[in-house]
Nanobody, 123 residues
Framework: QVQLVESGGGLVQAGGSLRLSCAASGRTFSDYALGWFRQAPGKERELVAAIGWGGGGKYYADSVKGRFTISRDNTKNTAYLQMNSLKPEDTAVYYC????????????????WGQGTQVTVAS
C-alpha cells in the first residue's frame, strides 16, 4: 500500500501562485509515475500534469502549459506542483496519484490517490 497526502491548497487571487505538495509513504515512491489531477464541480477529473518515475518525462495539459511546473524529489518521497498565474478556471480539488512506472492520461489507471486539496482562485 501507498499513502499519499496533498497539501498547499487554499484561496488565492487571480494571477497568484500556489505550490502543492504530495507526500508519499509505504511502497517505493521512485517506482511510480505521478500525476496531478483536478476535478471541478460537475466536471470530469482531468490530468493536469504528470512526471515519470525518475523525473525525466513530464506531461502538461494544454490549459496549464507555461504556468504549472511538476517536479519530484525521490529522496524525500515528495512531489510538487508549482502553479503560477492562476486563473479562476483553475479552481478545483487537486489530487495526486501514482501509477506503476509510466504515466497515462486516464485517471482510472492510477492505483493510489491522495484525499485531495482544494484550490480556489478568486477573480
Amino acid at each position: 500500500q501507498v499513502q499519499l497526502v496533498e497539501s498547499g491548497g487554499g484561496l488565492v487571487q487571480a494571477g497568484g501562485s500556489l505550490r502543492l505538495s504530495c507526500a508519499a509513504s509505504g511502497r517505493t515512491f521512485s517506482d511510480y509515475a505521478l500525476g496531478w489531477f483536478r476535478q471541478a464541480p460537475g466536471k470530469e477529473r482531468e490530468l493536469v500534469a504528470a512526471i515519470g518515475w525518475g523525473g525525466g518525462g513530464k506531461y502538461y495539459a494544454d490549459s496549464v502549459k507555461g504556468r504549472f511546473t511538476i517536479s519530484r524529489d525521490n529522496t524525500k518521497n515528495t512531489a510538487y506542483l508549482q502553479m503560477n498565474s492562476l486563473k479562476p478556471e483553475d479552481t478545483a480539488v487537486y489530487y495526486c496519484a501514482l501509477r506503476y512506472r509510466a504515466y497515462v492520461l486516464k485517471w482510472s489507471e492510477y492505483a493510489y490517490w491522495g484525499q485531495g486539496t482544494q484550490v480556489t482562485v478568486a477573480s
